[in-house]
């Protein structure tokens, strides 16, 4: 029998932030697992899927920039099966993600989608937005300021005055919510799901963690973060998932992000099998 022969294409470092070395861990895991299992695995990075035409019908991938998002959404079209989906890594981008969960009525803040030119004022005052967090909504967080915790209007307009400077077309306003932060990680087809206080393990991205304080330990339901997740993994189509949601005094649990291909770094040893796992069974099934 024919090994399986699979692509690798690795994240660009610049959309690593603060994770370059997390997300090279979890990616070069997940390639020694699915060799393990007696694939062969070849290995690229993101301007590789511009320079080359790849000849493998299977890859995983991390990518995220937007020419390497597109090609892998080429390849798909043409039969190939990547995972994450190029389409899924595209629904992962605020906007359309925040569209996805609100329209399938899946468990997330109240929000507002605005061009950046807009004076958010009178939409803020509307909602009865006074704390709230305002996100780039074209892509991805890169920088500091693309996630931004403001306090009143004039902070709100401040921010989009940067984005629209910095190219940045619309934002999403989400409502802050109140409770526990809780951050998670699945794999789709597995029982692989691991969540944790990102305030009790210092873990850390940009230091916004710190907005909802260090968590209470509100019980909640397990099983139905687990679905809730699950739910937005196939709304979204990714199979390799991350994000965080928080959790009300009452046990309530929202999503407030969602993430494809995280970098698992607090249980990445754990996780990784299972990730290979995934895309192996998703080849051969």
Known sequence: ?????????????????????????????????????????????????????????????????????HRLQELEDRGTLVVNSGYGIENC????????????????????????????????????????????????????????????????????????????PSAVINEHLVGDLVKFYGVTGTDFFYWFYPSNMHHSKFGLEQINGTAKGIPFDLDELKRVCDQAASVLNVHIYGGDCIVADDGTVRLIDFNDWPSFAPCRDEAAPHIAQRIWDLATR
């Open 1 to 69: 029998m024919d090994k399986m022969i699979i692509a690798g294409i690795r994240r660009g470092n610049q959309f690593s932030p603060n994770h370059i070395g997390n997300d090279a861990a979890i990616f070069a895991l997940t390639a020694e697992h699915l060799r393990k299992r007696g694939a062969v695995v070849n290995e690229y990075i993101e301007s590789d899927l511009l320079l080359h035409d790849l000849q493998e019908r299977v890859v995983f991938n991390m990518v995220r920039d937007w020419r390497s998002i």
């Open 93 to 168: 981008t605020r906007e359309r993600m925040t569209r996805l969960l609100l329209d399938h009525h899946i468990a997330h803040p109240r929000s507002l989608i605005l061009k950046t030119t807009e004076d958010p004022t009178a939409a803020l005052a509307e909602m009865g937005f006074y704390n709230c967090w305002i996100k780039r909504g074209d892509f991805h967080a890169i920088h500091r300021e693309d996630v931004t915790y403001v306090r009143n209007p004039e902070e709100a307009r401040g921010i989009l005055k940067e984005y629209a400077i910095r190219g940045i």
